[in-house]
């Protein structure tokens, strides 16, 4: 099979492309490095099966050409700047809304019918239902970001209904492991780099939240694509539990052999739209035979350890 | 208060703009003719209240000007071409994604912090419960109308979380009554005035919908304006009951004295993406006190009655 790759310089993406080589598909990969990283590439490009164009997806007739040839599209490529989407409203519809109908008008032209995206769990916004499973009740959004996403995910859907694609979408806890470069356990390390005596949290501390490991990720992600067969196939992709960010910091503390004193914001919320708890319902993923590896624990110190061996992301990533 | 319309010279802009003017408030009209009809202001242009500007919703700046001094605004411009989206997939996208996007920021511009949205009873797909309640199963898009329709939804809700603003989003059914201009009554009586001998039917007739009087529309939007004082105040609007297509047949058919062939094109749905089945529950904009004075078979003859009064509406709206 022939892949093609958006983000692909991402971590997921990147992450993904090297699983695929692993199993001898051809994958092209293609990102701006708006945020992706090249050394993400590296080993990847080093196989003969890998082809890599930098280009944006707002570039239609790049995007085009850029997929010509391919059998399925994993449309990673995203904003995932999740907390500041009211500093620069019209990023999360540019890089995510406008990117995902470009995505689709690409395959259209090139007679592509399989997508898989990388939606969020965020989309469940404030929900009243835990875990929450993929029909829980019709949601509100509450972040510029999440409601980009359901956009995208609208419009697969359509596309799926109207031009007979089939699509794999994902709704995703955040993802930890090698090569992750935004989010908390990056924030704390950053900080408590700089000064191991004092952290200070968003929130009360006392979110709670979910995670999953990238390779438990990855291997959802394919399961999914190799044995559901509906013509929209939709799946939560979490670990069955959740953490308190509290305990996240604990793990975090432990592994650093750090004890700083903690000074919260304070609040339920760790700034506007953030949703106090997250913790999806993952029965449908694991009804297929999935099941992840990692638990929170054991993410969170991976990605503690990935972080203190590849110290170069704390300056790539500023 | 000051009012801003966007769609105001479309068939609930302007019918609308007519209930704000009488009741002694001011308003702008704003439209860019595309569907809307000059006809429909020529009553609300006789108003000293009534301003009307011809504009685009792509236009970001002439939005953000004709906005200046709005107290609220009635986002109504859209593409509802529900029937040939996958014709022209990037016009839902501007006309309703991107334009419902302009439209936010240019209320951030000019600090106007309350908007009604019209969105669409279709953003619940192929519901499984019937009537269907706002908070029914998250759904799965099965059109690009709806789809562009539930992005807007997420845009406004996150502005509400993200900027303060207040905002009511109303489900629609399908209106009916005086400057309807496009829909099965408007088909059915243009091919019955060409040809009385025979009706052709989209799908096998046994569609069943649900319809709403516009007078019936515009007074539950005022009711749920008025009402209603959440962040987002989402409510669908709609009778409390359906109708078979056969049905609606029978009244125009009944209503104009004629008694055609009927030839059905076949299948469950009209169209790709049509839902065979939109009912919505109305409890809860009900529970404001709000009840419709039409039912559908009413809606349907006034429907007819006005066509015939405004035949200018055939060619007009071609």
Redesign the interface.
């Known amino acids: 099979m022939q892949y093609f790759i958006t983000g692909a310089a991402g971590f997921i993406g990147s992450s993904l492309a090297d699983a695929l080589l692993a199993q001898g598909h051809r994958v092209t990969g293609y990102d701006n490095f708006s945020t992706g990283l090249p050394k993400f590439i590296e080993k990847a490009k080093k196989s003969a099966d890998y082809l890599f164009i930098e280009g944006d997806l707002l570039d239609t007739h790049a995007l085009k050409n850029a997929m010509a040839g391919a059998d399925m599209v994993f449309h990673f490529a995203a904003n995932a700047d999740v907390r500041f ?2 500093h620069h ?2 990023r999360d ?1 540019e890089q995510n ?2 990117a995902t ?1 470009n995505v ?2 690409a395959m259209r032209a090139n007679a592509v019918e399989r997508i898989a995206f990388s939606s969020t769990g965020s989309v ?2 404030e929900p009243e239902i835990f875990p929450t499973p ?11 970001y ?3 996403k ?2 995208g ?3 697969i ?3 799926c ?3 007979g694609m089939r699509s794999y979408i994902f709704r995703f806890v955040s993802i930890l492991g090698a090569r992750y470069t935004h989010g908390h356990v990056f924030d704390f390390y950053k900080q408590l780099q700089n000064n191991p005596a004092q952290l200070n949290i968003l929130g009360n501390g006392k979110q709670r939240k979910s995670y999953l490991h990238i390779s438990d990720c990855i291997s959802a992600m394919l399961t999914a694509c190799d044995k559901s067969n509906e013509k ?1 196939n ?1 799946f939560n992709l979490g670990t069955d539990e959740y953490v308190e960010v509290n305990q996240s910091i604990d793990v975090i503390c432990e592994k650093l052999g750090v004890s700083p004193k903690r000074v919260y914001s304070g609040g339920q919320r760790g700034w ?2 953030d949703s106090p708890f997250i913790f999806l319902d993952t029965k449908k993923i694991r009804s297929l035979g999935w099941k992840p590896q990692y638990d929170i624990r054991a993410s969170v110190k991976d990605t503690v350890r990935w972080i203190g061996e590849n110290e170069w992301i704390l300056e790539a990533r500023k």
Chains 1, 2 share one sequence.
Do not use: C, K, M, R
């Open positions: 989407g009211t409203p019209s519809l809304t406008i109908f689709l008008e469940y916004g993929e029909n829980a009740p019709f949601p509100v959004q509450t972040s510029l999440a409601a980009s359901i956009a995910e609208g419009l859907s359509a596309y209904h109207g031009f929209i939709l506007i739209g």
